[in-house]
């Protein structure tokens, strides 16, 4: 084997590491110094500040605002999102005809852009002529103003999502689940075990890795909510749906504060680390 | 017997608040604007305007939007597999000094979204002069740490014995790669293709922090534009500019929905 | 004076601190055809790899027409190989598969299209040249495997257990086929295997194998006839060999073989014979004790335990004391429900070992 035959594996990976290094990598120790010093003419940095930019922003209410509004948001749309796909994923794992055109149906919204997803929920949400509303009056409930009310905007925001993603976890549920092997619950059925006992001792904690996995895509995937509050709300109501990934964006395009973009989206990394490292340890034990 | 039948009916009755979006969001693009607000809703457009697509269509340079869709997600997908392909070779097929380190370098960029980097990005594709074109639009997405990892399982499938058979045969190294891998993987690459063509040609975030011009603007771009604009008054005109630009890949979605389901099927999922 | 076609020398193979092959050196004529028996993990397929080029030495050097190999990559040694799971190109019909070989070292298609179709006639797959591998029997699949290698016409054949994965019966014949293929065509091969029927039936010249160590190198018939050690007599007996210790004596010019199931004379020991008052391990084959059924009084008899039928021959299992004794008899030799058997010492055919090495110290037909 020559040293250039030894060399060649090297080779291949070399342009994926530049790739990754250059624009996965060197972003975030760019990052910190972008944190650390104040921003100067355009997009060069000024003098070192060290932690100051920090301090700024642990003072700006609108930050811990944003900080609330996202976790909120990931809390509830993460876990209820997956509880749902189980559920589905559950009825569709059964040999009955027709299953298969239910699963593409409820896939469908997955491979819709954010943007026609915004436009759509725009539309079905709209205080005027939205037919969301209309539905409710016939139901005798007076009109909720979905997307211009501070209460019900993150609401709306989730509920957008989760119509977004659902089949995508449930498509991984189902995968998952028709790998388990079957005579587990034939076993367990002669045991006695009625279907809650299998569903609780058996098929859940079976998925355990398969719920881990999703929980760690659902994570990152929820960043997805910058598009919808883009789109829709604009951080508003009065900043009530601003979240930490449209904060940064503020702070970077409109307020050409470089560095405190640079310190929100170091602090959203952190959460996502912890947030991960969480649920590795809940679910790994 | 009632359990098939409590089946259909929950799922049934879950379909309808899926569907039924879609089918408002095709009834509004055709309806003309007078009938678009009524007091109440017509369920099917009285006079269909089929120029509603039209109009959409030409309220904005669509038509070089849907170009620059085309050329960025085709190059995109086009690298990550390259790039993944020789990555996932080196890893799954060649024994080296801290092979195992790379692949757990390569993996971890998973945990990393673009909505943390994207700020950093863009001061280096300011400083490379690459806002605004094509290369500041695909440059970031050219390796895919998923790719890479999906193709690394179907390599690692194909058996030494066969290997070995190729290299008596006289194939080995790059031309393995091409002859024996590839076309041995090819449920895997088409899966990953479709997911990755989908993802990319869908993504809003990283072309509207990389693109201020209508040259390189991508398709949902457009659209996003267009909702500025039309919010409250043209919602017709709004839901067709919505229909066109997801149609593609709601096409291509029913045509291999078989090679889209395949993916997860396939067992790449299971860590 | 020619080189001969493979030749071994000192080859020695280390996988980490586990010493597989120790300098084996072995000659292999052209056009010959060599098989390595032995057990599992007793270092054929190792031996096998490295002629291929598949694994690396770590001693002692490999020279195929007389030029050294053990530098040269596999895929430039002349060599083809047939795998024991045929590793077959799954993607790629019969016809690519024994084209892909040939195009990728050059051969013009033309050429090539002539190869493929001369060897397909000659292993009757003509008609399964546009399938696919999946499509295919396990018989089919291995004669494609086959053909790959024909097709290459190489210097050398290397064949790793390829028959392991066939039904019985598609084994037989194919190994008669192979057998035909190789005199036709007159290639060197070097098999290997772990069954001794296949070595046996298959081999010019066979090598037998024990924990990396050479026990044996020869014709099969004389490694049947006299088997140099214990173990390549047990290897090469079925069902297995029955094995007592001996006394010897000497009585006059022969020498005496005291066992328990019956006293050997071996009327002409050469000078090599252990001396009287030694003991050994003496060997003798199933199918080489005569064995007889009139109730003599006087003549110990062995009750039957078990009797299996074969067919043509029986075999009869019985005890002598702690040892297992077994016997394989033509059939009509048999009565019907046998009870018990007596051995008639006289006609057996009788292996010495020592019995602190297990080498063998003689062989003879007992007078």
Redesign the interface.
């Known amino acids: 084997m020559t040293a250039l035959g030894r060399g060649r594996p090297y080779l291949y990976l070399a342009p994926t590491l530049v790739v990754l290094g250059a624009f996965t990598y060197l972003p975030i120790a760019r990052l910190v110094e972008m944190s650390l010093r104040a921003p100067g003419l355009g997009t060069s940095l000024g003098a070192w500040t060290g932690l100051g930019t920090y301090a700024t922003l642990f003072h700006n209410p609108l930050f811990w605002r944003a900080l609330g509004q996202t976790c909120t948001y990931v809390f509830i749309s993460v876990p209820l999102t997956m509880a749902l796909a189980l559920g589905l994923a559950l009825l569709l794992n059964q040999p009955l005809r027709g299953l298969g055109v239910f699963r593409t149906l409820y896939y469908t919204p997955v491979v819709m852009p954010t943007v026609a997803v915004a436009a759509l929920a725009l539309w079905l949400f709209n205080s005027n002529g939205g037919i969301v509303n209309y539905f409710l009056a016939r139901l005798g409930v007076s009109p909720v103003p979905w997307l211009v009310s501070t209460t019900w905007v993150l609401p709306t925001l989730i509920l957008v999502s989760i119509w977004k993603n659902l089949g995508y976890y449930m498509l991984i549920y189902l995968a998952a689940l028709q790998a388990l092997p079957l005579p587990l619950f034939d076993a367990a059925r002669l045991d006695g075990a009625g279907p809650i006992a299998r569903f609780f001792s058996i098929t859940l904690p079976l998925l355990r890795p398969t719920t881990f996995f999703l929980s760690v895509v659902a994570l990152i995937a929820s960043f997805q909510v910058f598009d919808f509050v883009n789109l829709m709300t604009q951080g508003g109501p009065s900043n009530a749906s601003n979240v930490l990934v449209y904060f940064a964006y503020q702070q970077g395009f409109s307020y050409l504060q470089l560095g405190m973009a640079a310190a929100v989206s170091l602090v959203m990394f952190a959460l996502v680390l912890t947030l991960l490292g969480f649920v590795s340890w809940a679910l790994n034990r | 017997m009632s359990r098939?039948v409590a089946?259909?009916a929950?799922?049934l009755l879950?379909?309808l608040?899926?569907?039924f979006?879609?089918y408002?969001?095709i009834v509004?693009s055709l309806k003309p604007k007078r009938e678009?607000?009524t007091s109440t809703?017509e369920w099917l457009p009285a006079h269909p305007a089929w120029d509603n697509f039209a109009t959409a269509w030409n309220a904005e340079p669509f038509a070089r939007f849907f170009v620059n869709s085309v050329v960025v997600t085709v190059a995109i997908v086009g690298l990550q597999i390259v790039?993944?392909a020789?990555?996932a070779?080196?890893?799954a097929r060649?024994e080296?000094r801290g092979?195992r380190a790379?692949f757990w370098?390569?993996m971890a960029?998973?945990?990393?979204?673009?909505?943390?980097?994207?700020?950093?990005?863009?001061?280096?594709l300011?400083?490379l002069g690459w806002l605004n074109t094509y290369a500041g639009l695909i440059?970031?997405y050219?390796?895919s740490?998923f790719g890479?990892f999906l193709l690394r399982q179907a390599f690692l499938a194909v058996?030494r014995?066969?290997e070995?058979?190729?290299?008596?045969?006289?194939?080995?190294?790059l031309?393995f790669l091409w002859?024996?891998l590839l076309?041995?993987s090819?449920p895997t690459l088409l899966a990953f293709a479709l997911v990755a063509v989908?993802t990319h040609?869908?993504d809003?975030?990283w072309p509207?922090?990389v693109t201020s011009n209508n040259s390189v603007r991508t398709?949902?771009i457009g659209?996003?534009m267009f909702?500025g604009q039309e919010?409250?008054t043209d919602?017709n005109l709004?839901?067709a500019?919505?229909?066109f630009?997801?149609a593609p890949?709601?096409l291509?979605?029913f045509f291999l929905?078989r090679y889209?389901?395949q993916s997860?099927?396939r067992?790449g999922?299971?860590? | 004076m020619t080189p001969p076609a493979l030749r071994f020398a000192g080859v020695g193979k280390r996988f980490g601190n586990t010493r597989v092959l120790e300098d084996f050196s072995l000659e292999i004529a052209e056009g010959e055809f060599f098989v390595l028996l032995g057990p599992s993990g007793c270092g054929k397929t190792t031996i096998l790899r490295m002629t291929a080029g598949l694994e690396s030495l770590s001693a002692g050097e490999i020279f195929l027409r007389g030029e050294p190999i053990s530098r040269t990559p596999p895929e430039r040694r002349d060599i083809a190989m047939v795998f024991q799971d045929y590793a077959l190109y799954p993607h790629m019909t019969v016809y690519k598969n024994m084209a892909f070989g040939l195009r990728r070292h050059g051969v013009p298609h033309v050429e090539a299209d002539a190869r493929i179709r001369k060897t397909a006639g000659m292993l009757a797959i003509e008609h399964l040249l546009a399938r696919r591998p999946h499509q295919l029997s396990g018989g089919q699949q291995q004669r494609v495997a086959l053909g790959r290698a024909i097709v290459r016409d190489p210097s050398l054949y290397l064949m790793d257990e390829p028959l392991s994965n066939l039904d019985a019966q598609v084994r037989s014949t194919v190994r008669t086929e192979i057998k035909e293929l190789q005199r036709r065509l007159g290639v060197t091969t070097l098999y290997v295997t772990h069954d001794q029927l296949e070595a046996m039936t298959l081999a010019d010249r066979m090598a037998v194998l024990h924990e990396g160590v050479v026990q044996q190198i020869g014709p099969p018939i004389e490694i049947y006839r006299k088997p140099a050690n214990e173990f390549v007599a047990r290897f090469l007996a079925t069902p297995r060999l029955n094995v007592f210790d001996g006394a010897i004596e000497r009585d006059s010019g022969h020498l005496l073989v005291r066992t328990a199931i019956g006293v050997f004379r071996w009327a002409a020991p050469g000078l090599g014979a252990p001396p009287a008052g030694a003991s050994v391990r003496v060997g003798l084959r199933p199918e080489e004790i005569k064995v007889a059924f009139a109730s003599n009084a006087g003549v110990s008899q062995f009750p039957v335990e078990l009797v299996e039928l074969l067919g043509s021959q029986v075999l009869l299992f019985s005890h002598s004391g702690d040892d297992q004794l077994v016997t394989c008899t033509p059939a009509d030799a048999v009565p019907a429900q046998p009870t018990s058997f007596a051995i008639e010492a006289a006609g057996c055919t009788v292996h010495l070992f020592d019995r602190g090495g297990g080498d063998a110290l003689g062989h003879f037909v007992s007078a």
């Open positions: 098939r089946t259909y929950i799922l879950g379909l608040p899926l569907a979006p879609f408002w969001m509004t678009v607000f809703p790039l993944g020789l990555a070779f080196a890893l060649f080296f092979r790379f370098v390569i960029a998973l945990i990393v979204p673009v909505q943390v980097t994207f700020i950093a990005n863009f001061i280096t300011a400083h440059a970031p050219a390796a740490a890479t058996p014995q066969l070995d058979a190729a290299r008596l045969d006289g194939c080995s190294g031309p002859h024996i076309p041995l090819r989908v040609w869908n809003y975030f509207l922090i398709l949902p659209l996003g909702i919010v409250t919602w709004l839901m500019a919505s229909l630009v997801a890949m709601l291509l979605f929905q889209f389901v997860f099927l067992g999922i299971r860590g």
